[in-house]
């Protein structure tokens, strides 16, 4: 059974690598100055980021059931990050928090917390990966003129330079290089009319970007052109197998009773997992084959991956959206992807750091500017406008708040407007009502809609009420709804004994405290019994 379980794997693997594998080359160049950027605005080794890339890579997307999510360290936990570095006093003592936080992360999973995700409102998630694009436009056009102030990968709105989006790239228009602008340009051409060609499409045009972005690298070398080394990608360089050892960081358990560590361990549980859930929900909207992931599943993951990423000197990690939809938009299939990606990471670690520390920010920038407009195309503001003002609020709130703030921040503000709308549309369809007259009785029926929560109790309330004086029988349907709160049943009730004491007929259908799902599941499993009792007899014939 588990040769055939393991042959079956090989089948499919082998089938998807030719998606999986150019995206997975994408991917790689997308995380690699994301996992540099990342620690170095953490206050934490360069390492470390690589090191958090790697896991999330290898380990974590072995263990995910999400086909297209990468994981690795997040621009969202850089101030947590550094504020926890330097408050605990030790990288070694964060280094446990980090650890302590994957172990709440997991039990999270096995408590099924990942059904929170289940929760967000398809606008606001439409929103936020809108934002992204938008955001990652925003911040990659410094990098794109040569202009790197800000660490490759930020996408908060105040910068820890102390600059804002706007002012960089107000900045930048005043700075540019002319040797990272003609990088990019020529970048931005090739990703764009590369594709086109049939012949050739097979090469990942980012692959070619970054061939092309060392070869003008090395050739401006000495003209008024030549690249600044800090607009080129900077790798720790490692010259033995016992150096490389030295670069892992382990854990000081001791700390283990110092409160601060568990403060410090809870919220990075917190923020990692409500980022990971909501990258998730957002990464399945851009699956093509629309798969749904296991959310619980993917917090153990991600319990597992922290918990390793601690144990040897990493960041913590979460489900990131920018490397998850370069992969969607690369054409990956499956968790080969995002796993080749990590294998990438280690191999240019330890085989070719001289190479990559020779490619330019501008050409990676220009790659990462691609990504942006996919994500943020004019075609899904247009979709989204048709939908109703319901869906494009909130959807254009969490742009805004997501670009000007940071994501948490702007999902958050998000939230509150859809839900402002869900329930302003929940108080407005209570019920639907049928009149009908006859023999001069005048009858009216009033159908509770599916959902009837006590926010419909005051409009049910005053309808029934205000209902005309000439109406003889009144009848109160139930029978279409799946919810309905005993605040509303408990009007109900008394508007039956008010009208019965005026003389009144009133007749209610299915009017009760409906507060439980019906359990469906005794169903499948009498189905199950009945088929395997038909195999059975099968068999026996």
Known sequence: MLGTRFSTFLKVANKDLKYNLPSSVVVFLVALPLCLGIAMASGAPLFAGLLTGIIGGIVVASISGSPLSVSGPAAGLTVIVFGAIQSLGSYDVFLLAVVLAGVLQLILGMIKAGTIGNYFPSAVIEGMLAAIGITIILKQLPHALGYDTDFFGDESFKQLDGENTLLAIKAALGAVHLGAFLVTALSLLILIYWPRL???????APLIVVVLGVALNIAFRGSPLEINPKHLVEIPVVSSFSEFLGLFRFPDFAAVVNYDVWIVAFTIAIVASLETLLSIEAIDKLDPYKRVSPTNRELIAQGIGNMSSGMLGGLPMTSVIVRSSANANSGGKSRQ???????WLLMALLIIPSIINMIPLACLAAILL??????????LFTQMYRRGLDQFIPFIVTILAVVFTDLLKGVGIGMVVAIFYILRNNMRNPFGYDFEESN???KIKLYLSEEVSFL????IQQSLYNLPKDVSHIIVDGSGS??????????????EQHALGSGKRVELIDVYDKREAPNIHHLFKKTTTKTRKKKNKLKQI
């Open 198 to 204: 049939k012949r050739v499409s097979l090469v990942p």
């Open 337 to 343: 992807s995002a796993i080749l990606h990590g294998v």
């Open 370 to 379: 691609v990504t942006g407009y996919k994500l943020a195309k004019i075609s």
């Open 440 to 442: 001069g009785n005048k």
């Open 456 to 459: 419909n109790k005051a409009a």
């Open 482 to 495: 799946r919810f309905i709160d005993k605040d509303v049943v408990q009007v109900i009730k008394e508007f």
